[in-house]
């Protein structure tokens, strides 16, 4: 079955740094989201992009944050200037029709900021 | 932002008896609602799903209730099984906009 990729599991980054995450969604798939998860607490929504370019985003979304389908095949959240509190879970997930379809979520990158 | 609610952290239920996840919204604009179940170490992995022109959706064990004039939904797991240990959430969307609410998750137990 396919699946959603993240690269890599787990990144250690210095406070301040920017910071990329991949993602390679399911290969038919038109929508791309990411998601964070501070530990122990909710899934919450960061972005949804379609037809290169971002539908939805939430308020932790912010000047900080960027997006990015480089080569029709990776999908990147990129994050500037790294803060103490943007350590978390960050998912990344693909759906092929948007709001009305389950989304396939990958395993996750653990972003650790010092 | 809590348009979606799980109010039990953690529910722990004996194999073989049913478990029921309970789940609150206050958007009465959503139009899908869905449940995922997370391992950890892993992300999220749909369950099962439920329009919010129905009230109920099974797929083998599982089955979603919608309650639209209480903004309630429940899983039902029957039977229970250990391998069913895992955390449970609950999330809704409107059709309008490409952007999914999700609960805080219930961590169920299944004891053997």
């Known amino acids: 079955e396919p699946e959603v990729t993240q690269t890599p599991s787990h990144q250690v980054t210095q406070m301040g740094q920017e910071v990329i995450l991949r993602c390679v969604p399911i290969?038919?798939?038109?929508?791309f989201y990411w998601y964070r998860q501070i530990l122990g607490q909710k899934v919450e929504f960061l972005v949804s992009?379609?037809?290169?370019?971002?539908?939805?985003k939430s308020e932790i979304f912010d000047d900080q944050f960027s997006v990015e389908r480089p080569d029709g095949s990776n999908f990147t959240l990129k994050i500037r200037s790294t803060k103490l509190e943007d350590s978390a879970m960050y998912f990344c997930?693909?759906?092929?029709?948007?709001?009305?379809?389950?989304?396939?979520f990958g395993d996750g990158t653990r972003l650790s900021i010092l | 932002d809590q348009q979606v609610k799980q109010n039990s952290p953690s529910l722990s239920v004996q194999e073989g008896r049913i478990s029921i996840l309970n789940c609150d919204y206050t958007?009465?604009?959503?139009?899908?609602f869905l449940w995922y179940k997370k391992y950890p170490a892993e992300g999220p992995t749909f369950l099962i799903s439920?329009?919010?022109?129905?009230d109920k959706n099974e797929d083998g064990r599982f089955t979603v209730f919608l309650n639209k004039s209480a903004k309630h939904l429940s899983l039902h797991i029957v039977p229970s099984q250990p391998g069913d240990s895992a955390v449970y959430f609950c999330?809704?969307?409107?059709?309008?906009?490409?952007?999914?609410?999700f609960g805080s998750g219930t961590k169920l137990n299944v004891k053997p």
């Open positions: 290969s038919n798939h038109l929508y």
């Open positions: 439920i329009s919010s022109i129905k």
């Open positions: 997930a693909s759906s092929m029709t948007g709001a009305d379809q389950p989304q396939h």
């Open positions: 999330a809704a969307s409107t059709y309008n906009f490409n952007k999914f609410y």
């Open positions: 958007n009465s604009m959503f139009d899908y």
């Open positions: 992009f379609y037809n290169n370019e971002i539908s939805e």
